[in-house]
C-alpha cells in the first residue's frame, strides 16, 4: 500500500540553527499536509500544498512541495524553543477518498537553548 | 466553539474488559476519523466515517468497532481489550467545504491495557 517516510526521526539542535524535515511517498499525491504536534498534545494543522513545485512559507517556516508531487520538506530558520515538537506530513493520494490521508511517522524535533 | 472533544482523557483497562470512546465535534463537519498514535508509529487511522450514516475501515480496524452516532458524535468500541491496544487514541474531524480540508484533532484518550 501507499508509504509515506519521513526523514529523520529525531532532530536536535542548538536554539537558532536552521532544521529540515522531508517527506517522501511511493505515490503521486493530490496534495500534502503538515502537521505539528507540541509533547503532550494533539496535532495542529499547519499548511496544506497542492501544485507541483509549490513554496509556501510561515514566518520561519518554509514548506515545498517536489516537481513529481512525491516529496514534500519543511525547513525552520534560526529555530527557537516554541519550535519543540513533532512535526508530521501526511497525504492524500490521487483518487483517495478522506480516508486516504496517509501520515508519516513525523520528525521529532527538540531544541536547546 | 469546543472543537473537537474527547472522553475519557485517560482510562486503564485490565484485558478482555470492554469501553467506549465517545467523540463529539461542533464544527458541524461531514467527515470524522479516528486514530492510533504509539511511539515511533506516527498515526494510524483506525476507522473513519465520510459522511453521517457511513463508516469504513482504516489502516487498523480489527479489534475495534465505530459508530456515528449523529453528524456530530462518533465512538470507537473496543470490545475486548488486549495489551497491544494500549496506545493514544486521537479523534479528529475535517470538511471538504473549508479550503484546505484540514483535519481538526481532539485532545486524545490515553488508554493503558493491562
Known amino acids: 500500500g501507499q508509504q509515506v517516510m519521513q526523514i529523520p526521526q529525531y532532530q536536535h539542535v542548538q536554539e537558532g540553527e536552521d532544521f529540515t524535515t522531508y517527506c517522501n511517498s511511493s505515490?503521486?499525491?493530490?496534495?500534502i499536509q503538515w502537521y505539528k504536534q507540541r509533547p503532550g498534545g494533539h496535532p495542529v494543522f499547519l499548511i496544506q500544498?497542492?501544485?507541483?513545485?509549490e513554496v509556501k512559507k510561515q514566518k520561519r517556516l518554509t514548506f515545498q512541495f517536489g516537481e513529481a508531487k512525491k516529496n514534500s520538506s519543511l525547513h525552520i530558520t534560526a529555530t527557537q524553543t516554541t519550535d519543540v515538537g513533532t512535526y508530521f506530513c501526511?497525504?492524500?493520494?490521487?483518487?483517495?477518498?478522506?480516508?486516504?490521508?496517509?501520515f508519516g511517522k513525523g520528525t521529532k524535533l527538540s531544541v536547546k537553548p | 466553539n469546543a472543537g473537537v472533544t474527547q472522553t475519557p482523557k485517560f482510562q486503564v483497562l485490565k484485558t478482555g474488559q470492554s469501553m467506549t470512546l465517545q467523540c463529539a465535534q461542533d464544527m458541524n463537519h461531514n467527515s470524522m476519523y479516528w486514530y492510533r498514535q504509539d511511539p515511533g508509529m506516527g498515526l494510524r487511522l483506525i476507522y473513519y466515517s465520510a459522511s453521517e450514516g457511513t463508516t469504513d475501515k482504516g489502516e487498523v480496524p480489527n479489534g475495534y468497532n465505530v459508530s456515528r452516532l449523529n453528524k456530530r458524535e462518533f465512538s470507537l468500541r473496543l470490545e475486548s481489550a488486549a495489551p497491544s491496544q494500549t496506545s493514544v487514541y486521537f479523534c479528529a474531524s475535517s470538511d471538504r467545504g473549508r479550503i484546505y480540508n484540514e483535519q481538526f484533532f481532539g485532545p486524545g484518550t490515553r488508554l493503558t491495557v493491562l
Open positions: 500544498l497542492v501544485k507541483s513545485g
Open positions: 501526511a497525504g492524500l493520494n490521487y483518487g483517495g477518498s478522506q480516508g486516504n490521508l496517509i
Open positions: 505515490t503521486t499525491l493530490s496534495n
